[in-house]
């Protein structure tokens, strides 16, 4: 090997066994089977319970791959394909009192609306039956959409809630839709410019970066969110589903150059229930600028290792600061990622320090993507990624699963300020819960809301919230985004966020 080699440390992966590729052949035959037949991402079976994957994919933008940059926005449900109507709305509505405004003809219209998502897979069809025609959907100059229905049906939640529909009706009129592919840096960045020249009134960010930021609500992406915040939008975002997947610590490093973890000083673990299950092991640190163009020197490997302390897999990229051609072994930014298919069990994460400049201001985060795993060693305080880290946002989380991201900004805000249920059920017997349908319930309630009685920013919501006027604490002390269902912890944020209800008309009078 020569000496330039040595220095290019390429990320390791520990080859499946015969037998394992066997059987993921035969899986992904079954699966390649069923895509043909056109079986959806569910059955039409109920499944109350929701993969709380982010879904992410590699960025492919020309411009984010001269820097190293891959982050991918992710999305918190894996939504159903479906074409059926919501059987539950008449539930919602009645849980945030929305049927009285309906009845004064208060249905969100005159409101702009943007969508901000990764994919909008059956908008056609859902245009002049689900959503109005003047629904418009923008591409941006970055990556095509993927191949999801995650922002369709978050437009569809949106409108039908807001107009209290089921299906679309040329007499009633609900709220102006913007449905932006913001798959990728770049056109995360052009979607943000565009909702500000045309002046939209709420933005719906229902994903979140894992990279990016510096835990704290700064950093490049929550830079460009600042950009529309300024502009005057109310920006809701979904809390996101890391709260059970998620560990965060200051940056400690031991004798052996590694970093200090919870489980024997050098570890944090995590447990997977079902065999073969793809995951997603982001390891990021605070080294983040404003600028998407800044290189970190700080340098950490991330390694993922059995229970025995064997390597399964590793990302060891180099982070030394400086500008390179080639970023299949450097990376401009704070993080490591490791992508690998686990059978159920439980495995041990550990960090190597490779550079001496961190601080005592240093600190990590580790996000860990995949359906029903969950993180032994994990911190509860801070499970809120990018941006609805941010201060400025309006943070939605779910009251009624037990994953829902929470936490404390670094300016003293507790995350999220609102929740809501999330729960939404279609007639062919699909479901599906998560952050992002409970933050697309609150666009919509709050849009019916502002159609009778203004525009409001961030500041003025959390205002009527403390004052108890568009929701109430008690019906989330018992609910699973609680806390109180998970285990004891002495880092558990125990903010009470409350649960969105729009007031009574008479009282507004």
Partial sequence: MTTKCRHLKKSSQKLLRNDEMKKLLIIFLIISLAALSGCGAFSKKSKKEQNNSQNNTENTDNDDETDGFDG????DFEAPITDS?????????????????????????????????????????????YLPPDTEVIDGSGNPQQQTTHGTKLAELIYTLATGEKTYKATTTGPRLLLFNTNGWTNFTEAIEEVIKRKVDIVLYSQIWEYGGNMNGSGFINQEVNKALNAGILWI????????STYHADIKITNTQEVSLPFKNKYVRFKVQEDYTP???????????????????????????????EILSSSELIQDGLPHKDYRYYSAHAREIIKSVL?????????????????????????????????????????????????????????????????????????PELITPSTIKFEDGQEFQGTSSAAAIATAGLSVFMSGYGKLSRAQIVQYLNQGLLGSRESYRNSPSSGQNNSPSPQLNTWLPPVLRLPDLNSLY
């Fill in 279 to 309: 995951c997603k092991i982001v390891l990021s640190w605070n080294d983040f600028a404003n600028t998407k163009n800044y290189q970190t020197s700080q340098n950490l490997d991330l390694y993922l290792e059995n229970e025995s302390g």
């Fill in 85 to 129: 109507s919501i059987t539950n709305l008449d539930s919602l509505i009645q849980e945030l009192n929305l049927a009285q405004y309906h009845n004064r003809g208060f249905r969100g219209q005159n409101l702009t609306i943007a969508v901000l998502d990764n994919g909008f897979m059956g908008i056609k069809r859902s245009i002049g039956r």
């Fill in 343 to 415: 059978k159920k069990g439980t495995y041990h994460l550990r960090v190597v320090a490779k550079s001496n400049n961190f601080n005592s201001l240093s600190a990590l985060r580790i996000t860990i993507d995949g359906y029903k795993v969950e993180m032994i060693d994990r911190t509860l305080d801070q499970t809120l990624l990018i941006p609805a880290d941010n201060p400025g946002v309006l943070t939605i989380g779910a009251m009624d699963v037990n994953y829902s991201g929470r936490g404390l900004t670094s300016n003293g805000i507790n995350k």
């Fill in 72 to 75: 991918f926005p992710g999305n």
């Fill in 237 to 244: 975002n979904a809390s996101g589903n890391n709260h059970l």
